[in-house]
């Protein structure tokens, strides 16, 4: 099909990325070939897995097909350099994408444009069904957003898209240059499937990032080197598949999220199989179809596993009679219904949405039915089958690509597994995640480490760690110039630590609102004077006009002076926290309520008091908002409890109407503890904010 050179170029970009020591991870179907396993484009064998080639290149499939290859979010521009150096900037160019309005963006422009502040466009955003946010205004917002849906809002550039010609690229399009300075096509990917462009997805990956910077600062902090690519030896280890098996897996490549460890928690998943299952289970067309709630049951009990037919037992085994890859689908549609593999393909590609309703579509569909009744299948048999095709073709993962990304899980899972602190580290440094960084520090307290305030003496500008000790770097300080926090770190490094304020503001130029931000972050602790005292002092130095970088021996401080006592108090302290890092460091959250009362049980007791009606207290940690048939919200919650443990909510519509959520903070929740497989979860039928000291009497 004339595919060599494309295997080839991406084989040379892998070569040079491999040469400058860049770790990345294949994946996607390209992984269902044998040659790009053997031209290490990806490290998922597809004979060890039975992947079907068919999925990847079929001499039916009318679009080219493309390889997937993820690099560390800092290493992907030097890789997208070469590629433009390597093939020419006439004949290379990254492809362009069309961005369209939807979800909460709609809010946002829309917000914009009826000119609302943007604290209530934010507060909008966050939760468009709160009372709070619905005025005259906000009417027209949402039923404007209804209307705008889908429409285009602006041209933007592909995620990782590159086009590579033989002809010069301006031979069919003109050409525009973002400010990262690589071309870009005027239009998108599908246009570029009709000329016949074969593109390269060169793609930008967080969860890389982590694994290879916590590598480093394990060696580092431990003198510890550890093989990341050592993946046989992680699938095998005790601790890991424990670790796995509880669902401890915040900071974990694709399985941090609650509704993934939600289904880890009711899988009991401990080996990689079912690791590569899970992470094609959670998608929404499995989800949906109502069948991963099926294979979790038939998981657990396999024995009683009930086949649809003879032929699902057969090719379906692995997973119980359940449909949970797209391989699986093109399995059915051959074993089942007598389709070449050609042909199953396309129909899985059709149903995607893009080509649903086509008439090659319908030819196969009408294939695929009249082969059935060719076989002597009974219409309710095949209309079943069909459902369940039909469910969820167009969304589920193929293996290779859920292959992919359980092997760098397990990676992720052995660093958190014997070194949670430096990986939490690297997590927090590469600023990607699921959750907020505030709840990684809170992960990172959680498994030993003393969080420390940022400290001239001590932190860099990302966050580092000294044994068990975590600096949050000055990155984290709001307003505050990196520039200013790379010179701290390069001027200590290279001239030794700062003696007082008075030696900081001699070596570093820096202007009086950067010093007020680190003296209310407490950064010049180790002087062992108050805050008033600090803020004081630099006032005066400030004003006396030191010269900066000035080491003369005939220069002359300030007069010293004494204070009076001033009062003062931790909750002040955590407030300065809370404004300039985003959560306090000295105090919890919940040191900061106005009760005592830390709820009736705590995260680890509710599986054991299943059907009780208690009273808990949790800080929010994220809300998923999900439609119901009849079009209304409900909400999936995540909290931590005074000890820092996750707990899980469900919050119906009825609920909801009467007792809406207000924003972030600490809730307390009445509702009554459920568990499915083990999981135990409260379903909330009241709930309220409570409100915080403002100062320590209170």
Request: with cysteine; proline share 4%; hydrophobic share 40%.
């Amino acid at each position: 099909m004339g595919f060599s050179a494309y295997f080839l170029i991406t084989w040379d970009i892998i070569r040079y990325s491999m040469s400058r020591g860049f770790y990345h991870v294949g994946r996607g179907s390209g992984a269902n070939s044998v040659v790009a396993y053997c031209l290490k484009i990806t490290d998922v064998d597809p004979i060890d897995l039975n992947l079907y080639f068919e999925r990847f290149i079929n001499p039916k499939r009318t679009s080219p097909p493309d390889f997937d290859i993820d690099y560390s979010w800092r290493e992907r521009e030097d890789v997208q350099d070469y590629i433009f150096k390597r093939y020419g900037s006439e004949h290379t160019a990254l492809l362009g994408a069309t961005s369209t309005f939807k979800k909460r963006s709609i809010f946002r422009e829309l917000g914009k444009v009826h000119g609302l502040p943007k604290v209530e466009i934010d507060a909008l955003v966050e939760n468009p069904q709160a009372d709070t946010n619905r005025n005259l205004i906000t009417e027209k917002i949402f039923q404007m957003s209804e209307q705008l849906a889908g429409f285009p809002n602006l041209r933007s550039i592909h995620a990782g898209g590159i086009l590579i010609s033989e002809k010069p690229v301006t031979y069919y399009t003109a050409l525009d240059l973002p400010p990262k300075g690589f071309l870009t096509t005027q239009w998108d990917m599908y246009v570029a499937e009709g000329i016949g462009f074969e593109k390269l997805d060169i793609l930008s990956q967080r969860g890389i990032g982590h694994i290879r910077d916590a590598a480093e600062i394990i060696l580092k902090n431990r003198g510890i080197k550890v093989d990341v690519h050592n993946v046989d030896k992680f699938k095998k280890d005790k601790r890991v598949r424990q670790q796995l098996k509880r669902g401890e897996t915040i900071g974990c490549f694709y399985i941090e999220s609650p509704a993934m460890r939600g289904l880890l928690k009711k899988l009991h998943c401990d080996n990689y199989l079912t690791l590569v299952a899970a992470s094609s289970i959670i998608r929404p067309g499995v989800a949906r179809s109502g069948m991963m709630k099926e294979y979790i049951k038939r998981f657990h009990n396999p024995d009683k596993t009930e086949y649809l037919h003879p032929v699902m037992k057969d090719q379906l085994k692995e997973t119980f009679g359940v449909m949970v890859y797209q391989e699986d689908v093109l399995k059915v549609c051959h074993h089942f219904a007598g389709l070449d593999l050609a042909d199953a393909d396309v129909l899985r590609r059709a149903m995607s949405g893009k080509y649903r309703g086509n008439k090659e579509m319908m030819r196969i569909v009408e294939k695929f039915f009249s082969n059935c009744r060719a076989k002597g299948y009974p219409d309710t048999l095949t209309k079943e089958v069909w459902r369940q095709i039909e469910s969820f073709a167009g969304y589920s993962f193929s293996k290779a690509h859920s292959a992919s990304y359980a092997v760098e899980s397990f990676q992720s899972l052995y660093l958190k597994a014997w070194f949670p602190l430096e990986f939490i580290t690297a997590v927090i440094n590469n600023f990607g995640g699921f959750y907020h960084t505030w709840v990684y520090f809170n992960e990172a307290r959680r498994q030993g480490a003393n969080i420390e305030l940022p400290c001239v003496n001590n932190s860099k500008f990302l966050t580092t760690i000294k044994g068990k000790s975590i600096y949050i770097g000055f990155i984290h300080i709001a307003n505050f110039e990196n520039k200013t926090g790379r010179q701290i770190q390069a001027e200590r490094e290279c001239n030794g630590i700062f003696r007082s304020l008075e030696d900081f503001i001699l070596r570093i130029p820096v202007g009086i609102e950067q010093l007020i931000l680190l003296i209310r972050v407490n950064a010049f602790r180790f002087t062992t004077k108050s805050k008033a005292e600090l803020l004081w002092e630099v006032h005066l130095l400030i004003n006396k006009s030191i010269p900066k970088n000035d080491k003369s021996l005939f220069y002359t401080p300030p007069k010293q002076f004494t204070l009076p006592k001033l009062e003062h108090s931790s909750v002040e302290d955590a407030y300065d926290e809370i404004e300039l890092l985003g959560f306090p460091v000295t105090l919890p959250y919940f040191a900061l309520l106005k009760t005592k009362f830390r709820g009736e049980l705590m995260a680890k007791d509710l599986i054991h008091n299943v059907g009780k009606k208690v009273r808990l207290v949790g800080h929010l940690v994220t809300l998923k908002y999900v439609r119901t048939v009849k079009k209304e919200w409900m909400h999936f919650g995540t909290f931590f409890d005074a000890k820092g443990e996750f707990f899980d909510t469900v919050h119906f519509p009825d609920s909801l109407k009467n007792y809406p959520f207000k924003g972030k903070g600490l809730y307390l929740m009445f509702g009554e503890i459920t568990q499915e497989f083990g999981f135990a979860t409260l379903t909330v039928e009241k709930l309220a904010k409570l409100p915080l000291k403002r100062n320590p009497r209170e």
